[in-house]
């Protein structure tokens, strides 16, 4: 399918560039230390132990994310823009982040064609979904819409016939692009089934990725420019998150596309990971409401927020397990703001937090990034273009997610990474080692 498709030769080109490069890694400097693991991690969750490879994306305490080496806002104003658009097409972010190149607006173009002729939903696929109770959560039916659809799998089918290993990432990077080319309209199809009395709008073969996810969902613009700003800010985040993490892990036992980011997906639905968005919400909306719909003043919401943290709960949207300054795509996000709902009271709301609850929160003492996060202001956006079923802003993270981690997924094993397998440790073993003051090598 689609052998001369322009991404597919340039990544073909970069694979092949790469490969010697961790071939050497691995074979000549394979022994070299980089880091240590503490008792602490090994029970915290391997929290900063670095042992994840990924070359798509990094999270730097200070700076943010970086798509490829490139600032949020570089890569915003590097992309090609949809036309009456301020923000790129998503099928060039993904080219971006296969390839480190910008692509350019005739590879932009041949992209979003292609996404367009692989879009088709198999019918079985929301005859499936029809099935189930109506009360499932949307997590569930996204989920396994995904996996429904691994009966075609072209790398599950490949690698039964018998392939070579270096042939690996092309049948899923074909499995790729059917699948992201698919999940806006699954995903738009959910909505509208559990929360639009069931009533669906077709796909427009004409639209872009974003756009036409807006489209179906019912929503006017600038919704779509809310899509395509939601999907690329939420698409990627390191390898070492739960969805990226899931997916990458299932994915090394040589499990195709549909099966890996289907688990990955499910990695997202919990509440330490895909959830906060709402949380947020519902703490805004409960500010609101306690001030009979008015803005309180800066020191009413310092009582409020001394009120949660006294609590013993938290200032939910505020804190991150590795950023030590503002998000930067909260940043994005407000900007967005400023422009098209620059007066609508939650988001004006949302400003005075920012303003706040920084310098509670190093008053307070206890969280080490007191600034915002993605999460801060994402749900005011939904709730305002009328998306306001909490459930179902899971399933938009999840859209965007799916970008990074099967682009992550295509390169491990355009790479042959192994198979993941950590090598775990008794609390008798940890005990021991404790009282030795540290574990002997050798």
């Known amino acids: 399918m689609a052998e001369t498709l322009t991404l597919k030769k340039k990544l073909a080109e970069k694979i092949e560039a790469f490969r010697p490069r961790t071939t050497r890694l691995n074979k000549e400097f394979g022994n070299v230390v980089i880091d240590q693991v503490t008792i602490s991690q090994a029970i915290g969750g391997a929290r900063d132990v670095r042992c994840l490879v990924t070359d798509i994306s990094y999270l730097d305490p200070h700076e943010g994310i970086r798509f490829r080496g490139k600032t949020i806002p570089e890569t915003f104003a590097a992309l090609p823009k949809v036309p009456g658009s301020d923000y790129p097409y998503v099928e060039g972010f993904f080219h971006f982040l296969l390839t480190g190149d910008m692509p350019g607006k005739g590879e932009t173009e041949e992209l979003v064609h292609e996404f367009q002729n692989r879009?088709?939903?198999?019918?079985?696929?929301?005859?499936?979904?029809?099935?189930?109770?109506?009360?499932?959560?949307?997590?569930?039916?996204?989920?396994?819409?995904?996996?429904?659809?691994?009966?075609?799998?072209?790398f599950a089918q490949r690698y039964?016939?018998?392939?070579?290993?270096?042939?690996?990432?092309?049948?899923?990077?074909?499995?790729?692009l059917n699948i992201l080319a698919r999940l806006p309209q699954i995903a738009a199809y959910i909505y509208r089934m559990k929360y639009r009395s069931d009533t669906h709008i077709p796909p427009d073969p004409k639209l872009d990725f974003g756009g036409n996810f807006a489209h179906m969902m019912g929503i006017p613009h600038p919704y779509d420019d809310v899509a395509r700003m939601y999907f690329v800010l939420h698409s990627d985040h390191e390898s070492g998150n739960v969805s990226a993490h899931t997916t990458h892990l299932v994915a090394s036992a040589l499990s195709d596309p549909y099966y890996s980011l289907s688990a990955g997906m499910a990695g997202l639905a919990g509440p330490l990971h895909g959830l906060a968005n709402q949380e947020v919400l519902r703490w805004i909306q409960d500010v609101m409401k306690k001030m009979d719909g008015k803005l309180p003043s800066e020191e009413q919401l310092k009582k409020f927020l001394w009120d949660t943290l006294k609590s013993g709960q938290v200032v939910p949207g505020y804190g991150h397990a590795v950023l030590r300054k503002t998000d930067p795509r909260?940043?994005?996000?407000?900007?967005?703001?400023?422009?098209?709902?620059?007066?609508y009271p939650m988001f004006k709301l949302v400003n005075m937090i920012y303003k706040v609850a920084p310098g509670v929160l190093q008053e307070h003492g206890k969280a080490k990034n007191p600034w915002p996060n993605v999460d801060a202001q994402s749900g005011v956006i939904q709730w305002y273009y009328g998306v306001r079923e909490y459930d179902f802003y899971t399933v938009l993270f999840g859209v965007g997610r799916a970008l990074g981690v099967l682009a992550n997924i295509i390169w491990d094993r355009a790479l042959g990474y192994a198979l993941e397998r950590p090598k775990s440790v008794t609390t008798e073993m940890l005990e021991k080692w404790a009282s030795e003051g540290g574990r002997k090598l050798g």
């Open 119 to 154: 879009s088709q939903v198999p019918q079985y696929v929301f005859d499936a979904l029809r099935t189930l109770p109506r009360d499932t959560h949307p997590m569930t039916l996204f989920s396994a819409a995904i996996m429904l659809m691994q009966r075609e799998s072209l």
């Open 160 to 176: 039964t016939e018998g392939m070579k290993k270096t042939e690996y990432w092309e049948p899923m990077f074909e499995d790729s």
């Open 330 to 343: 909260y940043i994005s996000q407000m900007e967005f703001c400023q422009k098209n709902l620059p007066d």
